[in-house]
């Protein structure tokens, strides 16, 4: 073995932790992550600092909080000094940093590299989406590569929007599909294009299984949406004890989706995953051809979660589990012992100093809450508790994490919420109320205070007396419409009407690319 390891890191996008027969999934195939868990470790209950996509990927990569990092939502103002991220730290030591697939570093492609040498990005037309006019237009890699084959624009179905929730089937076959892509590129860099000098830091990101849930064409017919199981609902969801719930569904039209459309939405959702584990066994593959098994630490994770109608909700941002948890697995043979499960806490900070660790840079942030995973594997203390926050005011919430116990606390009306998650995992019977465990929650929200005033940001989240904020109760505003979204979700098929506006809305983009 080299004197540092490789390092590969492969994340996906808003991938729930039980998506995997490694954690007790019956019904999903993930023969290939599946093998990678048996040959590495399962960590049993990894947390995201923020459930959402850009504020938790710059975490990951610098190892601080969101709300330190001013990274509040899907849209990051600052830059970041890229000589303290992951790839900017590896960079200095030696090693060729690249990145494939979503990062999501930036609103824009190309704009933020973190300090990684080289990019090749699938940005879900970011660079489109973004632009106020044909000439501030930025495609990514992966736009290229569809507009070279004249397919820029239709890889999905157009009567769908990029944050529906609608079950449709991807319009692309799998040789074209983004996920194909990623995969495809992620090969070919470790078979032609990685540097045979040095060690080498690739993160490889898929888009998927984050909305839409369109099915990829060849795994159709994988998923009986009848066989999917219930979300986790019970009768306190969106009740009267925090009436942000009942607002955020109207606002999101949450309540017009059918059960049968909810079923075929989770198996869509599979689906994706399936796509993605075939991607990762041919990375595996690839390792093992080119002889860099044995040097490679290998990574697995999400930036977050999906709650997929669990509390009546879907998306992200909530603390429920299906939110905030995600699949960690790590292998590096002979170093890590293959069939362990590590049934701590843990974060995905940690895998700043774990990764630092790997690569023999012993950096002791102070100002960074994460832990090794090596260490904790080795028998040091890990987490007693876990933080996540989402920062998007006035809806600002946090969440801390224990063994046993979960707490919630919502700037928007200063709700609460308790769940003792050993005797209700589900989370459907909050206890924020109940005298009995009045010390529980209060000792939970002096944790809160005390993590923020160390690692986050005491401006955002805290009053002038130190106690966590609170703001008057808003509703949650109705979003900016879309044209036919006041349909219910399973009235919402193509129409002419519909097939012709979404259709014409695309082609003005591609008329705007022609020279």
Not at 397 to 417: C, D, I, P, W
């Amino acid at each position: 073995m080299q004197e540092k390891p490789n390092i590969l890191m492969i994340f996906t996008d808003q991938q729930r932790w039980d998506t995997l027969a490694a954690y007790g999934n019956q019904k999903i195939h993930t023969p290939n992550l599946d093998r990678l868990a048996a040959q590495g470790v399962v960590f049993e209950t990894a947390i995201t600092p923020c459930p959402l996509c850009m504020p938790a990927r710059a975490s990951v990569m610098t190892g601080k909080s969101s709300s330190a990092l001013q990274c509040m939502e899907n849209s990051y103002p600052k830059s970041v000094d890229n000589r303290e991220t992951i790839a900017g730290l590896l960079a200095e030591s030696g090693y060729h940093c690249q990145a494939i697939g979503k990062m999501h570093f930036s609103n824009t492609p190309y704009e933020e590299t973190y300090g990684m040498h080289h990019m090749i990005l699938s940005e879900e037309t970011r660079g489109v989406r973004t632009a106020k006019k044909a000439d501030d237009i930025v495609l990514d890699d992966y736009d290229k590569f569809l507009a070279e084959r004249k397919l820029w624009g239709w890889d999905k179905p157009t009567e769908i929007g990029y944050n529906e929730i609608k079950p449709l089937v991807a319009p692309l076959p799998k040789e074209t599909h983004v996920t194909q892509w990623c995969g495809d590129q992620t090969v070919a860099w470790l078979k032609e294009c990685r540097p045979k000098n040095k060690p080498f830091f690739l993160w490889s990101s898929f888009v998927k299984p984050h909305v839409p849930y369109d099915c990829p064409q060849h795994l159709l017919a994988m998923y009986d949406p009848a066989q999917m199981d219930e979300p986790w609902v019970s009768e306190q969801d969106g009740c009267s004890l925090n009436p942000y719930f009942a607002s955020y569904r109207k606002a999101k039209e949450f309540d017009l989706y059918s059960e049968e459309a909810g079923r075929k939405a989770k198996a869509y959702y599979y689906a994706n995953i399936t796509f993605i584990d075939e991607q990762v066994g041919r990375i595996l593959d690839a390792l093992d051809e080119q002889g860099l098994a044995d040097s490679t630490l290998v990574i697995f994770s999400s930036d977050h979660g999906d709650l997929l109608g669990d509390h009546r909700l879907w998306y992200k941002c909530f603390g429920f589990e299906g939110s905030l948890r995600v699949p960690l697995l790590m292998r590096l043979p002979d170093h890590l012992h293959a069939g362990t499960r590590y049934e701590g806490l843990t974060s995905l900070l940690d895998l700043f100093p774990t990764i630092l660790d790997a690569a023999g840079l012993n950096h002791r942030y102070t100002d960074r809450p994460g832990i090794s995973l090596l260490d904790m594997l080795e028998g040091k203390d890990g987490h007693e508790r876990v933080f996540s926050e989402v920062m998007d005011s006035p809806y600002t919430m946090s969440h801390v994490r224990t063994a046993q116990y979960k707490y919630l606390f919502y700037q928007n009306g200063a709700y609460e919420q308790l769940f003792d998650l050993g005797k209700d995992p589900m989370e459907l019977h909050d206890l924020a109320g109940d005298s009995r465990y009045e010390q529980v929650r209060q000792s939970l929200r002096d944790w809160a205070e005390s993590y923020i005033a160390e690692y986050g940001n005491p401006k955002l989240h805290l009053d002038e007396k130190g106690s966590l904020r609170s703001e008057p109760y808003h509703v949650h505003t109705e979003p900016k419409q879309r044209p036919f979204s006041r349909m219910p979700w399973d009235g919402r098929f193509p129409s002419d009407e519909q097939t012709l506006f979404f259709t014409k809305d695309r082609r003005d983009w591609l008329d705007a690319l022609q020279p």
